[in-house]
């Protein structure tokens, strides 16, 4: 079964730190994974999807077909970033009214 | 564009009695998702809604159900409320086609249950 991994359920930098929140995954076939945030008082919004290769917010996601990851990357963190991160990907059937989550992790930034 | 709507933002319910959540997804979406957030399970997929008619299903007892309207606003009901019930609830609405990938996420509805 398709599956969402995310290890870490706090991870805690100073600001200028590189970041890396890590995501695994479980699925048959060629995955399409996104990575979500919930900013304090946010609503959860998309923050960036690995088939579009975009960097948002300096963040970017490679996706590892040989070791099932797609860590979310920043080489500096600021404080502005803490957040909740979700990693999420679709079901097999493809249909993305409904995304698996992981578990989230939160991350923050200290000055 | 005004984005997803979901009413109530708040509210508190004794165990035994039943609740009804709304959502009113973006102008032209017609799906819509609710999920349930708690800070043990994170993201659980409850249901989602396609023209009126459920597509997927989560894992969740018949306690939990919703339907769609015609005009894709979509309403979620829990029955019978525990105090595991308490989470917040949240709607996402997309298009609901398989290749775009984003949900549109409203700021939800927290349910307590005493």
């Known amino acids: 079964a398709q599956r969402v991994t995310q290890p870490e359920k706090l991870l805690s930098v100073f600001k200028g730190a590189p970041v890396e929140l890590k995501c695994n995954y479980s699925?048959?076939?060629?995955?399409?994974l996104f990575w979500y945030v919930q900013y304090s008082r946010q609503r959860l919004q998309l923050l960036l999807r690995?088939?579009s290769r975009e960097s948002i917010k300096g963040f970017t996601a490679d996706l590892n077909k040989g070791e099932t990851s797609f860590h979310l990357k920043k080489p500096f963190a600021q404080e502005e970033d803490s957040a909740m991160y979700y990693c999420?990907?679709?079901?097999?059937?493809?249909?993305?009214?409904?995304?698996?989550f992981g578990q989230g992790t939160t991350l923050q930034v200290k000055p | 564009k005004a984005g997803v709507t979901q009413t109530p933002r708040y509210l508190i319910k004794t165990r035994g009695q039943q609740v009804t959540l709304s959502c009113s997804p973006i102008s032209g979406h017609r799906s819509v998702s609710w999920y349930q957030q708690t800070p043990g399970q994170g993201l659980q997929f409850l249901f989602e809604y396609f023209s009126e008619t459920q597509r997927n299903k989560g894992n969740f007892p018949g306690r939990f159900s919703g339907r769609q309207f015609s005009n894709s606003r979509s309403e979620m009901n829990v029955s019978t409320l525990e105090l595991g019930d308490s989470a917040l609830y949240l709607c996402?609405?997309?298009?609901?086609?398989?290749?775009?990938?984003?949900?549109?996420f409203g700021e939800g509805s927290r349910l307590t249950v005493l």
């Open positions: 999420a990907l679709p079901p097999l059937s493809g249909n993305t009214g409904k995304l698996i």
């Open positions: 699925y048959s076939g060629s995955p399409e």
């Open positions: 996402a609405s997309s298009r609901g086609r398989a290749d775009t990938g984003e949900l549109f």
């Open positions: 690995h088939i």
